[in-house]
């Protein structure tokens, strides 16, 4: 095995959660008085944290107050509908578990929420198989900036070149290239258009892949050229 330590993102590589993040955007866009706007350009602003989601969201015309009280109540209407439509990607508990059996290491580094990820993970029944579970409110930075992934190896003991980031965007991709850490792009996510533009070490189509990758065969993968 290559790899002692896999990180991953949450949204878009482990759950699929754009059905209720849009949900949760247009109730907080209705709550402003605005009318909805399409799920598709809401799933291209998600990745940088629930601030700039919903700034985004809410467009260049809404002052910094209506971003402000748009934060608010979007977290108020995420936290009670954060797993009406929410699910594991197919393989992923799976995959998780074989990880852990064959003596992988796991831990979550995401641009969402800390409260609102590890509710999920927990609510998900994963929090086990997790060492450790980091947020983009957890540091003064979020991804792309290593420090989340640099604190892991740190937290971890854990050498940069035994540790895979995987993730389903180009914020990822840039993260472990930021640390120093080899990186699996996912294209079932919610923006794996980015990584045409920063291409990870590693495609993977479906979790299997990912799977593939880590423990069996790396040809199994694509690896851009």
């Given at each position: 095995?290559?790899?002692?330590?896999?990180?991953?993102?949450?949204?878009?590589?482990?759950?699929?959660?754009?059905?209720?993040?849009?949900?949760?955007?247009?109730?907080?866009?209705?709550?402003?008085?605005?009318?909805?706007?399409?799920?598709?350009?809401?799933?291209?602003?998600?990745?940088?944290?629930?601030?700039?989601?919903?700034?985004?969201?809410?467009?260049?015309?809404?002052?910094?107050?209506?971003a402000e009280e748009g934060l608010?109540?979007?977290?108020?209407?995420?936290?009670?509908?954060?797993?009406?439509?929410?699910?594991?990607?197919?393989?992923?508990?799976?995959?998780?578990?074989?990880?852990?059996?064959?003596?992988?290491?796991?831990?979550v580094l995401t641009n969402k929420?800390?409260?609102?990820?590890?509710?999920?993970?927990?609510?998900?029944?994963?929090?086990?198989?997790?060492?450790?579970?980091?947020?983009?409110?957890?540091?003064?930075?979020?991804?792309?900036?290593?420090?989340?992934?640099?604190?892991?190896?740190?937290?971890?003991?854990?050498?940069?070149?035994?540790?895979?980031?995987?993730?389903?965007?180009?914020?990822?991709?840039?993260?472990?290239?930021?640390?120093?850490?080899a990186s699996c792009g996912v294209?079932?996510?919610?923006?794996?258009?980015?990584?045409?533009?920063?291409?990870?070490?590693?495609?993977?189509?479906?979790?299997?892949?990912?799977?593939?990758?880590?423990?069996?065969?790396?040809?199994?993968?694509?690896?851009?050229?």
């Amino acid at each position: 095995m290559r790899f002692d330590l896999l990180i991953f993102d949450l949204d878009g590589t482990l759950i699929d959660s754009k059905l209720d993040l849009a949900l949760a955007v247009n109730a907080t866009r209705a709550n402003a008085g605005m009318e909805p706007i399409p799920h598709e350009a809401i799933y291209s602003y998600v990745g940088n944290g629930a601030p700039r989601l919903i700034r985004s969201s809410l467009g260049p015309s809404a002052t910094e107050r209506q971003a402000e009280e748009g934060l608010l109540y979007f977290y108020q209407y995420y936290r009670d509908h954060m797993l009406d439509n929410t699910y594991l990607y197919p393989g992923v508990r799976e995959g998780l578990d074989r990880f852990v059996q064959t003596g992988s290491r796991l831990a979550v580094l995401t641009n969402k929420p800390v409260r609102f990820s590890g509710e999920i993970i927990d609510r998900l029944d994963l929090s086990p198989l997790f060492e450790r579970v980091y947020g983009g409110n957890s540091f003064d930075t979020k991804k792309p900036d290593s420090y989340g992934l640099e604190l892991l190896l740190t937290e971890l003991d854990v050498p940069k070149e035994r540790a895979l980031m995987v993730g389903d965007s180009s914020v990822d991709v840039l993260t472990a290239k930021n640390a120093g850490v080899a990186s699996c792009g996912v294209t079932y996510g919610l923006r794996p258009e980015t990584l045409e533009e920063h291409p990870p070490d590693i495609l993977a189509h479906c979790f299997d892949d990912v799977v593939a990758a880590v423990l069996e065969a790396p040809a199994v993968a694509q690896t851009p050229t």
